[in-house]
């Protein structure tokens, strides 16, 4: 089992889901975070006076799905996430060791 990180920007959030939906993933768990890497922010005026922002939202995605999943499901997020512009995100992929649905308490892939 694989579980699929992507950091990507909110409004882009139905577009991800969408494409995720079509190649079959189910389930995903949405946080809205902040955060910045190369864009190091920006800076915007209020009342007049100039301050920086320095962490932008983002919407953070989290999926744990099988093995052979997950390059279809990457491309799908990298495809729907992209605008060509800094700022577009991340997509990380790791290694999960066990999963257990607490209801049925079913182990493994089963309990994806």
């Known amino acids: 089992m694989k579980k699929v990180e992507a950091i990507i920007k ?3 959030l139905e577009e991800v889901k969408d494409a995720l939906a079509e190649i079959g993933i189910e389930g995903m768990t949405v946080i809205e ?6 864009q190091k922010g920006h800076t915007e005026i209020y009342r ?3 301050y920086t922002v320095d962490f ?3 919407i953070k995605i989290e999926i744990v799905m099988s ?3 997950v390059e279809s ?3 799908a997020i990298v495809k729907a ?3 060509g512009k800094i700022g577009d995100g991340k997509v ?3 290694t999960v060791e066990e999963a257990v649905r607490i209801r049925t308490e079913e182990q493994g892939e089963n309990a994806v």
Do not use: M
């Open 10 to 12: 909110p409004f882009k």
């Open 33 to 38: 975070v902040k955060g910045f890497g190369r």
């Open 48 to 50: 007049g006076s100039e």
């Open 56 to 58: 932008l939202p983002k």
């Open 67 to 69: 093995d052979s999943q």
């Open 73 to 75: 499901a990457t491309a």
């Open 81 to 83: 996430a992209k605008t």
């Open 92 to 94: 990380f992929v790791s």
